[in-house]
């Protein structure tokens, strides 16, 4: 039997701009789950990226072993703090923080989104 793995906190952002996700193993079900519901947004729906902006979001929330933090600069140092204060759950903070879809916003989430499913892949070498 494999052993559990244990994932490693990554960063994503722009500049000093950085925000650190914890990410777990996620299943291959709940991966194919979160496909899902992309492939069920119609084509021609005038919501599409907001829906897949917001799929993204839910799945880093449900996908944290914490609640992601940003990195403020502090004399030449990066501190971890909230990523917003008093927030009820991961999800919470994210929608808090990221609440508006705009671009920066969208690609720091597409990269996060991306990186949690990129983890969690394991290692593969041709012998």
Known sequence: MI??????SFKVGYGDDLVVFHPRMISLAEQTEAAQ?????????DQKYQKEFDIQIE?????SNEQPQRLVKEKAEFKRVPLVEDS???LDALKRFFGDRTA???RVIRAAYNAFINQCAPDVSFL
């Open 3 to 8: 052993k559990p793995v244990q994932l490693k």
């Open 37 to 45: 519901r992309f492939n069920d947004i119609a084509d021609g729906d």
């Open 59 to 63: 799945a880093i929330a449900e996908w």
């Open 88 to 90: 009820e759950s991961t």
């Open 104 to 106: 920066e916003n969208e």
